[in-house]
């Protein structure tokens, strides 16, 4: 794998629409390509830094060198890694403002410096302290950055170590419990549906087939939810919502209304209002954030 930095200039005044539109163009292709990495805007110029496969690098810089919103592209570094840096991001992104690095030492002078022209070791060093600043501080932003491998005491390293185990542990039970409820819904369908003549079914029955089908759905979105935490080292809140919003569905689905009180019916509407409340202010902050 290989990391690219690289510094270019505006052709002309980058409105937010326009950050928008590359970023949601950078973000999607970057995915699929395995990029990661950071842009950073400081008002007259972009900073950015690629890292991936190097084929991938190397073809998506030669796109990104003739895009018309920018111009003296210089590329500052290429360099052989091992690990990203920017794993977590597709592309993060940051608008470097004055009062961002006013107290930040080595930085505080940044937009002082004058980056056009040939690169420099002193250019270099800068570029480096800039990036290295935004990363540490997403980093620090995200919460959920937990279990981390890169903790400096070697038994709370350990401990984290061990509790990743336990949730790959995990993972493997849930993909064994999928394929148990996938064949519950087998024998559910044998049992409600195909043994008996058709005349004789009735909602009850139907409704059992719904709800052992949903009970895959809810699994497999657990399983996400696992594998989630394993590749990421988030817990992905908002899948958890999800999650508990479809298991509530699946309870609404197989309502028997002659069954179920009318307080049980509005403590479910309760709920299900609680959670997608919930889901939609996490989507919003999800937006603010990625903007
Ligand atoms: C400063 C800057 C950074 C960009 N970064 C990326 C990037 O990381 N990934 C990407 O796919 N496109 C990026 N783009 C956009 C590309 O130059 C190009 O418009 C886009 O990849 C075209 O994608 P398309 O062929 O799918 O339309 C960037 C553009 C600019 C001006």
Not at 87 to 115: C, I, Q, S, Y
Not at 144 to 159: K, T
Request: glycine share 6%; charged share 25%; aromatic share 8%.
């Amino acid at each position: 794998m290989i990391q690219l930095t690289y510094l270019s200039t505006p052709t002309r005044p980058i409105s937010n629409d326009d950050l928008m539109n590359i970023l949601e163009k950078a973000r999607l292709n970057n995915a699929s390509l395995g990029i990661s990495g950071m842009l950073l805007y400081t008002g007259e110029g972009f900073v950015q830094i690629l890292e991936g496969e190097e084929n991938a690098v190397d073809n998506l810089v030669k796109l990104i060198k003739n895009d018309p919103r920018h111009k003296d592209f210089r590329i500052i570094e290429r360099k052989k890694i091992d690990t990203r840096d920017y794993a977590e991001w597709t592309m993060g992104f940051k608008r470097v403002e004055k009062d961002d690095l006013r107290n930040v030492p080595g930085l505080n002078k940044f937009f002082e410096t004058d980056l056009a022209g040939s690169v420099s070791e002193d250019k270099l060093d800068l570029i480096n302290k800039l990036t290295n600043h935004f990363r540490k501080e997403a980093k620090k932003k995200n919460v959920h950055d937990e279990l981390s491998l890169e903790e400096d005491d070697a038994f709370i390293r350990f401990l984290h170590t061990g509790i990743r185990l336990g949730v790959k542990v995990l993972a493997l039970l849930m993909m064994l419990t999928v394929l148990w409820c996938v064949g519950d819904v087998v024998v559910v369908i044998y049992h409600e549906l195909l043994i008996q003549p058709i005349e004789t079914l009735d909602k009850s029955e139907i409704l059992h087939v719904f709800g052992s089908f949903m009970i895959v759905l809810i699994a497999v979105e657990i399983f996400i939810n696992i594998t989630l935490y394993i590749r990421n080292d988030v817990i992905p809140v908002k899948m958890v919502v999800a999650t508990a919003l479809m298991a509530v569905a699946r309870k609404i689905i197989v309502f028997d209304f002659h069954d179920v009180s009318a307080m049980h019916v509005i403590g479910t509407a309760l709920l299900v209002m609680g959670l997608g409340g919930c889901y939609w202010l996490l989507e919003r902050e999800f937006k603010v954030h990625s903007d």
